[in-house]
């Protein structure tokens, strides 16, 4: 019986990776950006509302994107936050993009639905957490865009939990909509604390209508209290209300991921499942991108159950694939690597 250093043990423990998925439109990029602000990766928060804007998302770094104003490929970003080692992925939203969302669901350990509170769940979103379920992944949902006109914030939970078919369990909740959106609250506090924007920290606003006291009320009596063992095994999912664009609410969100979002899991392999507290290295090739930097024949998309991906050959470790394009990729940048398909 092999035993896993306190190291390795630490490292597989603080790591959190998620991808962010949604309908076309419901703001992920947005979110992403705001995360990252959040995590100290950048500075100032781009945004996607339009062909001309005058900043654009660090996750669209490609020229099609910035001028399209969508996401066409994943973006994989790194930052350290609540003593965790965060990787989030910005997927494509658009179906014609679906692929690369597909392989990214492959292999990240837990997903973030972002819907649009006007909206709801919509069709594309409904097709990926199908994916989700089928790599048996533990969803937490944001619904975003609380500053606009939207639908009833019962109605959205009600219809989260439709969809997922778990216990919907809101984790904030929004002290007024549209024009009279001033902050969110958690569940189960007596009053809303106040507002703290990314934008404005030395700003305060101190709200709590009647009516989001007496819905948090009704809340804090109907639904049973938040677990985590029970959204890692996808009987619950955690809900967060606010605004990407304004900033509100994205902490809980983050917070949320680090507290409530998986670990790094096992992987199945053609021999064996391969566990991410193995002292031999392993990685997960989910993607390979060619043609992009003529510097470079391949970029390389793995996720790993440390924070190095090169290593010494003799160690002999262990990538994962998906395809038998993905092994002779490999094979050529590595030829001393030991390769393995993935089971489909």
Same mark, same amino acid.
């Given at each position: 019986?092999?035993?896993?250093?306190?190291?390795?043990? %630490?490292e !597989?423990a603080?790591?959190?990776? %998620?991808a962010?998925i949604?309908h076309?439109?419901?703001?992920k990029?947005t979110l992403?950006?705001?995360?990252?602000?959040?995590?100290?990766?950048?500075?100032?928060?781009?945004?996607?509302k339009? $062909?001309?804007?005058?900043?654009?998302?660090?996750?669209d770094w490609?020229?099609?994107?910035?001028q +399209?104003g969508i996401?066409v490929?994943?973006?994989v970003?790194? %930052?350290?936050?609540?003593?965790?080692?965060?990787?989030?992925l910005d997927t494509?939203?658009?179906?014609d %993009?679906?692929?690369?969302?597909? +392989?990214?669901?492959?292999? !990240?350990?837990c997903a973030?639905?972002?819907?649009?509170a006007?909206k709801?769940?919509e069709?594309r979103?409904?097709?990926?957490? =199908?994916?989700? +379920?089928?790599?048996?992944?533990?969803?937490?949902?944001?619904?975003?865009k609380l500053? +606009?006109d939207a639908?009833?914030?019962? =109605?959205?939970?009600?219809?989260?939990?439709r969809?997922l078919?778990t216990?919907? !369990?809101p984790?904030t909740?929004?002290?007024?909509?549209?024009?009279t959106?001033?902050n969110?609250?958690?569940v189960?506090?007596r009053?809303? $604390?106040?507002l703290?924007?990314?934008?404005? =920290?030395n700003q305060a606003?101190?709200?709590?209508?009647?009516?989001?006291?007496?819905?948090l009320?009704l809340?804090?009596?109907?639904?049973?209290?938040?677990d985590r063992?029970a959204v890692?095994a996808?009987r619950?999912?955690?809900?967060?209300?606010?605004s990407?664009?304004?900033?509100?609410g994205?902490?809980e969100v983050?917070?949320?991921?680090i507290?409530?979002?998986?670990p790094p899991?096992?992987?199945r392999?053609?021999?064996?499942?391969v566990g991410?507290?193995?002292?031999r290295l392993?990685?997960?090739v989910?993607?390979?991108?060619?043609?992009i930097?003529?510097?470079r024949e391949l970029?390389?998309f793995?996720?790993?159950n440390?924070?190095?991906i090169?290593?010494?050959?003799a160690?002999?470790p262990?990538?994962?694939a998906n395809s038998?394009?993905?092994? =002779?990729a490999?094979?050529k940048?590595?030829?001393? !690597?030991?390769?393995?398909?993935?089971?489909?």
């Amino acid at each position: 019986m092999t035993t896993t250093s306190p190291a390795l043990a %630490f490292e !597989v423990a603080r790591r959190r990776t %998620f991808a962010i998925i949604s309908h076309p439109d419901a703001g992920k990029t947005t979110l992403t950006e705001r995360l990252l602000l959040l995590g100290g990766a950048i500075h100032v928060a781009g945004a996607v509302k339009a $062909r001309k804007a005058s900043r654009y998302a660090v996750s669209d770094w490609m020229e099609i994107e910035r001028q +399209r104003g969508i996401s066409v490929t994943t973006s994989v970003m790194q %930052f350290e936050y609540g003593g965790c080692a965060v990787n989030l992925l910005d997927t494509p939203g658009h179906e014609d %993009f679906s692929e690369d969302t597909y +392989r990214v669901l492959s292999a !990240v350990d837990c997903a973030l639905m972002v819907i649009d509170a006007a909206k709801g769940i919509e069709a594309r979103t409904l097709k990926l957490l =199908e994916v989700c +379920r089928a790599h048996d992944l533990p969803i937490l949902t944001f619904v975003n865009k609380l500053d +606009r006109d939207a639908r009833e914030p019962m =109605e959205l939970r009600d219809e989260v939990e439709r969809a997922l078919g778990t216990t919907a !369990v809101p984790v904030t909740w929004p002290v007024g909509m549209g024009r009279t959106f001033t902050n969110v609250c958690r569940v189960g506090e007596r009053v809303a $604390r106040p507002l703290r924007t990314v934008e404005s =920290e030395n700003q305060a606003v101190d709200a709590s209508p009647a009516r989001a006291r007496q819905e948090l009320q009704l809340l804090s009596e109907a639904l049973p209290r938040l677990d985590r063992d029970a959204v890692l095994a996808g009987r619950q999912t955690p809900i967060f209300f606010g605004s990407a664009l304004k900033g509100t609410g994205v902490q809980e969100v983050l917070e949320g991921l680090i507290e409530l979002g998986s670990p790094p899991r096992s992987r199945r392999a053609l021999e064996r499942w391969v566990g991410p507290d193995e002292e031999r290295l392993s990685g997960f090739v989910f993607k390979i991108q060619a043609n992009i930097d003529p510097e470079r024949e391949l970029d390389d998309f793995v996720t790993s159950n440390a924070s190095r991906i090169a290593c010494d050959p003799a160690e002999e470790p262990l990538y994962l694939a998906n395809s038998e394009f993905e092994l =002779e990729a490999i094979r050529k940048r590595w030829p001393r !690597v030991r390769l393995d398909r993935r089971r489909s």
